[in-house]
């Protein structure tokens, strides 16, 4: 069965249950886990106003900083849960890239991730990172909603 699953969070209420339900699939099967949290990679030509205000050094200190906060609650989980678990953070334009590539570069054998739900024209437009990693992966994934 599987015995490394990836958990990718963007720190929302969607991924915090996604998180669970991994952690406690993990428990059950006896896997370990891996906790990600992808932020975007920096650019002096942005629109983005943390990157514009930012050094390099500067943005990769704050990336880093909110990359903790929220891969504690995936420690946090698994600890309680007694789940032997990694923390990955990676800086990358495209999350779900970032997402495939690390459940390959680690042998995790699933993808456990959430689903926020968008639909219609808005879902169209903004586009979804959990089915870009459907379309993309060669591992299972297991969508939470």
Do not use: N
Request: charged share 25%.
């Amino acid at each position: 069965m599987y015995k490394r699953i990836l958990l990718p969070t963007d720190g929302s209420e969607a991924s915090q249950r996604a998180i669970l339900a991994g952690v406690s699939f993990a428990r059950e099967i006896g896997a370990d886990v891996v906790g990600l949290h992808v932020t975007p990679a920096f650019h002096v030509v942005t629109a983005d106003s943390a990157m514009l205000e930012d050094t390099p050094e500067q943005y990769a200190a704050v990336s880093a900083a909110r990359a903790q906060k929220v891969l504690a609650e995936v420690e946090r989980a698994a600890r309680e849960a007694g789940v032997p678990c990694r923390l990955e953070h990676v800086a990358s334009d495209e999350a779900y890239d970032a997402i495939v590539e690390t459940a390959r570069r680690l042998d995790c054998d699933l993808i456990v991730m959430a689903s926020h739900g968008r639909r219609g024209i808005r879902g169209l437009l903004l586009g979804s990172e959990t089915q870009k990693v459907l379309v993309h992966s060669a591992i299972p994934v297991l969508v939470h909603r």
